[in-house]
């Protein structure tokens, strides 16, 4: 590890706390298949992230309502349930994050995240509030990753530089938007090569 490296940026969902709208549909639409069609032509992956985005969920759920009148009661599950979604913590990732600040560790979070789901998810997990020196969240500043402006906001508010930097990420396209933003990456798998992956840049977990 090149030693300026000595800060670490998580992404949140699926590193730290899991989601998967499959946690809430199962039960919803029991049928694999139908669920699969409602997820992939209805509540898709790219509706989704315009909340991510920034746009509010009343009128997300208004517009797709609209134009699926016939499934407007699963499209409002959606936002209505959408903690179901959250199984929890990721097994081991919040343990290296606390072993992370307990040596002092600088500690950030960059998420591709609604504003609104944001603020419900920090209630329900406490670490988001004490762990970080700083969170960038998508919807707040209507870029999200991989874009490599959403990497230099965080640097430029928080005064850091890109190559004392390292980032971990669930999504490959995620990790290579923070490379092209010039700070190491970590494209993670699980906790255990996470904590073996840090271990090895140097870091004390």
Not at 70 to 76: E, N, P, S, V, Y
């Given at each position: ?35 699969q069609r409602f997820l ?166």
């Amino acid at each position: 590890m090149p030693k300026s490296v000595n800060t670490v940026i998580f992404d949140i969902g699926n590193v730290l706390i899991e989601w998967d709208p499959e946690n809430l549909y199962r039960t919803l639409i029991p049928d694999t298949d139908e669920r699969q069609r409602f997820l992939n032509e209805v509540c898709t992956m790219d509706w989704n992230l315009l909340q991510d985005l920034g746009r509010s969920w009343a009128e997300a759920i208004e517009d797709l309502s609209a134009a699926h009148p016939d499934r407007k009661d699963l499209i409002a599950a959606y936002s209505d349930r959408w903690q179901e979604m959250v199984r929890g913590e990721v097994p081991g990732s919040v343990a290296i994050l606390e072993d992370l600040k307990a040596a002092g560790v600088p500690l950030y979070a960059i998420t591709n995240f609604s504003a609104e789901k944001f603020t419900e998810t920090r209630a329900r997990f406490p670490f988001l509030n004490s762990a970080f020196r700083d969170i960038v969240v998508s919807a707040e500043e209507r870029l999200l990753k991989p874009d490599r402006r959403i990497f230099e906001t965080l640097l430029a508010r928080n005064g850091l530089e890109a190559s004392s930097c390292v980032f971990i990420d669930d999504s490959m396209k995620n990790v290579e938007g923070a490379r092209a933003a010039g700070l190491e990456a970590i494209h993670f798998t699980g906790a255990d090569r996470l904590r073996a992956d840090l271990a090895e840049l140097g870091f004390p977990v």
